[in-house]
């Protein structure tokens, strides 16, 4: 085969593939992202097991979805925040989905990080726990190999607060207001 045909087949499907990433933008639909090898983590007993998710399934609530890196520090940027929401919202008035990107993880810790998401899953039986094993997200959603990202939904499905790093004092004050806001609305 030719060098130069075989080059322009990978720019193709390259940028083909990049065209149709749409980072989550303020006051617009969430971009469908849909992870069906592995998926939602399904607990029952001492049994778990996966399901085909996607992100148009609304639950109803004003949303959080976090995205992030299977590592450990990765997991910690968006904690200080979601651990607030759990002392200072009523849980039954809002849902928290967290996606663990596998594909980012270090080598040899998919273990590990599995067993961290079911232990996450036992302690927030409520929450949506979402194992995407082919970095599905960061392809999705533009956010580079490695990238995080915290998005709050209304109970429609659409964007009142993004971010893509940790949150300081003053954007945990203002988006937990934000929370307690759509959840009176």
Same mark, same amino acid.
């Given at each position: 085969m030719n060098?130069?045909?075989?080059?322009?087949?990978?720019a193709f499907?390259h940028f083909?593939?990049?065209?149709h990433?749409?980072t989550?933008?303020?006051?617009s639909?969430?971009p469908?992202l849909?992870?069906?090898d592995?998926g939602?983590?399904?607990?029952a007993?001492d049994?778990y097991?996966y399901?085909?998710? @996607?992100s148009?399934?609304?639950?109803?609530? /004003?949303?959080? =979805?976090?995205?992030f890196?299977?590592?450990?520090?990765d997991?910690? *940027?968006?904690?200080?925040?979601?651990?607030?929401?759990?002392?200072e919202l009523n849980?039954?008035?809002?849902?928290?989905?967290?996606?663990?990107?596998?594909?980012?993880?270090?080598w040899?810790?998919?273990?590990?990080?599995?067993s961290?998401?079911?232990?996450?899953?036992d302690?927030f039986?409520?929450?949506?726990?979402v194992? @995407?094993?082919?970095?599905?997200g960061e392809? /999705?959603?533009? =956010?580079g190999k490695?990238?995080?990202?915290?998005?709050?939904?209304? *109970?429609?499905?659409?964007?009142q607060?993004v971010t893509?790093?940790a949150?300081?004092?003053?954007?945990?004050?203002?988006?937990?207001?934000?929370?307690?806001t759509?959840i009176?609305?």
């Open positions: 060098i130069r045909f075989l080059l322009v087949c990978f499907i083909s593939a990049a065209s990433a749409q989550p933008a303020l006051s639909p969430l469908t849909s992870i069906a592995r939602q983590l399904i607990a007993a049994d097991s399901a085909p998710w @996607d148009s399934q609304n639950p109803n609530k /004003t949303h959080v =979805l976090q995205y890196a299977g590592t450990v520090s997991k910690k *940027t968006f904690e200080p925040f979601t651990d607030l929401l759990q002392t849980h039954n008035d809002f849902h928290v989905t967290t996606i663990v990107n596998l594909d980012a993880a270090l040899g810790t998919t273990g590990f990080v599995i961290e998401v079911k232990g996450k899953k302690e039986p409520m929450a949506t726990m194992v @995407d094993t082919d970095g599905l392809q /999705t959603w533009a =956010l490695k990238g995080a990202i915290l998005v709050v939904l209304d *109970t429609q499905g659409v964007v607060f893509r790093e949150m300081d004092e003053s954007t945990i004050t203002s988006t937990l207001e934000l929370m307690r759509l009176k609305s």
